[in-house]
């Protein structure tokens, strides 16, 4: 019997699962993040030990059974249980698994832990220099043959760029789930942009994007109000024209970088209107990943980094 712990470590939020030969047993979420720890992080050091209890209490095994407790994300910065630098790209599962970093916190678990750090690209050019900490270990999750760019969407969305022999070549962050909860909850467009709906209209999702990207993200977002106020447009056509809006620069940066196929992940409507948008106007090969594979990802990226042995 395999048993490993994972930790998926969010800037809010932490996720602890419980792995047993390969099936994700149970899978635990708690609203503490690196973020409360900008004090001192004695909240999520109690959060991890609790849940950790917790999670082997639900699956009924014993924490001598657990080989490893695996984390990566933001508990790897400087407000999360261990402070490490990022690794340099590029870089692969090789990298990854030599520069993880194993230790002890018996005020925690008697569990040996293990840390995967995070990467970060090194230039001149502000254009090139970025960072991730969680977004490494959720591609070796899913990661594909060939060479790939995948588009994990969320708060701070992700565009990951691999080589033909899976290693990160070079990354992109925006700020597009942030973004889009920021303008939709605190600006005036608050009452023409509605996020519990579940569906958006396709043609204005690419209405949208087109007139954003001719008349820039600025005067695009206050035609979401015309559209309300002046057009009667329908909540799904506001909604599909925001979200055009909003993955401008996500689509156009994609397209740009020309890559034979690009995976795409994250949440549901941020996964299927980039999809769509890219089925539209990029020549690549596009392929949506699953609801389950996306949430396996990170639990299964880490164990894969953890296992990892050159020789094989």
Do not use: W
Request: glycine content about 8%.
């Amino acid at each position: 019997m395999k048993v490993y712990i994972t930790i998926d470590g969010g800037t809010t939020n932490t996720r602890i699962s419980l792995v047993k030969d390969g099936d994700i047993i149970a899978t635990d979420k708690y609203n503490v993040g690196a973020k409360a720890s900008i004090d001192g992080n004695a909240k999520l050091k109690q959060t991890v030990k609790d849940g950790i209890s917790k999670i082997l209490a639900k699956t009924g095994i014993d924490a001598k059974s657990v080989i490893r407790i695996i984390a990566s994300g933001m508990i790897t910065c400087e407000f999360g249980l261990v402070n490490l630098p990022h690794i340099t790209a590029p870089c692969g599962i090789k990298e990854l698994k030599q520069n993880a970093f194993d230790t002890f916190l018996p005020e925690i678990s008697e569990i040996p832990f293990t840390f995967i750090r995070g990467v970060k690209t090194v230039s001149e050019d502000l254009e090139k220099v970025d960072m991730m900490r969680g977004e490494e270990s959720e591609l070796m999750g899913i990661i594909q043959e060939g060479k790939c760019a995948y588009v994990l969407p969320g708060s701070h969305s992700k565009i990951i760029f691999t080589d033909d022999n899976g290693n990160i070549t070079d990354f992109a962050t925006l700020l597009t789930g942030e973004l889009i909860y920021a303008i939709s909850t605190d600006t005036i467009l608050k009452d023409a942009i509605d996020l519990t709906l579940s569906r958006f209209d396709k043609e204005y999702l690419a209405k949208g994007y087109e007139y954003c990207k001719k008349n820039g993200i600025n005067e695009a977002l206050f035609k979401v109000r015309i559209l309300k106020n002046l057009l009667e447009a329908t909540p799904q056509q506001c909604y599909g024209f925001f979200l055009g809006i909003a993955l401008c620069g996500e689509i156009d940066k994609i397209i740009k970088a020309n890559a034979p196929t690009v995976v795409i992940g994250g949440k549901k409507q941020l996964k299927e209107a980039t999809a769509y948008l890219l089925e539209k106007y990029s020549d690549s090969i596009i392929k949506v990943l699953s609801d389950e594979e996306v949430d396996c990802s990170s639990s299964f990226g880490v164990i894969k980094v953890y296992e990892y042995q050159a020789n094989v």
